[in-house]
């Protein structure tokens, strides 16, 4: 089992509408969770993290942790067509300085 | 503030040599990460340094090693590369404080083995 997975897409969502991307991880002694976005050649660059249960919102992006369930997931409303990138889930365990990635989704926007 | 900065962008190499990454981190990160991201395997964590010290190793060959100044910049170094090697290589820098660890990224450099 991976440690962090997620549905590689592609995702195609319409423009307007909400794009929904998931994450599950296995590390329970997971503290601290992230969204990063990646466009093709490019970094990744942080959106969104999460640290506590429940909901954060940042503008047209929500993150939402369930710990008991292991999962995480980011909601991108009111999808613009430069939405469309790479999603990248990743996990750092209690005290280490390391990021584990999910494999990614790919997200695409249709104007 | 200006963001992490890699040099150089781009690299190609052949099979057996060896190579020497570059990274600046964010005024005032002292823990400098190292990953490669390839088509198959995804991001995959190489190592950490901070305050000049390796905190943390992922699961990579001896080959790949770095190091950390006094000034936070840190280098890695690929010996005798090997075509799998190809990858675009990314640092990440944050404050080092284990409660506050976003990580922010480099552009990468690209590496390609021929």
């Known amino acids: 089992q991976k440690e962090v997975e997620q549905n590689s897409g592609p995702l195609s969502v319409p423009e307007g509408a909400i794009a929904s991307l998931n994450c599950t991880y296995s590390?329970?002694?997971?503290?601290?969770f992230f969204w990063y976005r990646q466009y093709s050649g490019k970094s990744p660059e942080l959106i969104m993290s999460i640290y506590s249960n429940g909901d954060k919102e940042d503008g047209r992006f929500t993150a939402q942790l369930n710990k008991a369930s292991q999962y995480v997931s980011l909601l991108i409303r009111d999808s613009q067509p430069s939405d469309s990138a790479t999603y990248l889930c990743a996990v750092i365990r209690n005290g280490a300085q390391k990021l584990v990635f999910g494999q990614g989704t790919r997200l695409t926007i249709n104007p | 503030k200006a963001g992490v900065t890699q040099t150089p962008r781009y690299l190609i190499k052949t099979r057996g040599q060896q190579v020497t990454l570059s990274c600046s981190p964010i005024s005032g990160h002292r823990s400098v990460s190292w990953y490669q991201q390839t088509p198959g395997q995804g991001l995959q964590f190489l190592f950490e340094y901070f305050s000049e010290t390796q905190r943390n190793k992922g699961n990579f060959p001896g080959r790949f090693s770095g190091r950390q100044f006094s000034n936070s910049r840190s280098e890695m170094n690929v010996s005798t590369l090997e075509l799998g090697d190809s990858a675009l290589y990314l640092c990440?820098?944050?404050?080092?404080?284990?409660?506050?660890?976003?990580?922010?990224f480099g552009p990468g450099t690209r590496l390609t083995v021929l």
């Open positions: 590390d329970r002694v997971s503290q601290s």
């Open positions: 990440a820098s944050t404050t080092g404080d284990l409660n506050t660890d976003t990580q922010y």
